[in-house]
């Protein structure tokens, strides 16, 4: 789990996404990005892969997309009180600084 502190790494790992020249994130489902989650071990979910996707309006996201540097809230750290900004994000999508501002004790670094 990334946030949880469990990985040897506290979920630093990088991955590369590649992506065609011709993307592009402006439309309301992220350019139909997903993410592909497969936990092999897993007897619950028998090996099984999870596919993410960017949210349904009025759905709360279980992913975002940002650009740049993301560091995750600390484990049972609400994302508004780690991110103090993400409730104007909430409110204006268009505002996107709200990444910037961040309580460093509540955020795996």
Same mark, same amino acid.
């Given at each position: 789990?990334?946030?949880?502190?469990?990985?040897?790494?506290?979920?630093?790992?990088?991955?590369?996404?590649?992506?065609?020249?011709?993307?592009?994130?402006?439309?309301?489902?992220?350019?139909?990005?997903?993410?592909?989650?497969?936990?092999?071990?897993?007897?619950?979910?028998?090996?099984?892969?999870? %596919?993410?996707?960017?949210?349904?309006?009025?759905?709360?996201?279980?992913?975002?997309?940002?650009?740049?540097?993301?560091?995750?809230?600390?484990? %049972?750290?609400?994302?508004?009180?780690?991110?103090?900004?993400?409730?104007?994000?909430?409110?204006?999508?268009?505002?996107?600084?709200?990444?910037?501002?961040?309580?460093?004790?509540?955020?795996?670094?």
């Amino acid at each position: 789990m990334i946030n949880t502190g469990v990985t040897s790494d506290n979920g630093k790992t990088v991955q590369t996404i590649t992506v065609p020249a011709d993307f592009n994130l402006a439309s309301d489902d992220m350019g139909g990005f997903s993410i592909k989650v497969t936990i092999p071990e897993s007897e619950e979910l028998g090996g099984q892969a999870i %596919r993410i996707y960017g949210p349904d309006s009025g759905t709360a996201p279980q992913m975002f997309l940002l650009e740049g540097t993301w560091q995750w809230p600390k484990e %049972r750290q609400n994302i508004e009180v780690a991110y103090p900004d993400f409730a104007k994000w909430n409110a204006d999508h268009n505002y996107l600084d709200w990444v910037k501002n961040s309580k460093s004790e509540l955020i795996w670094q």
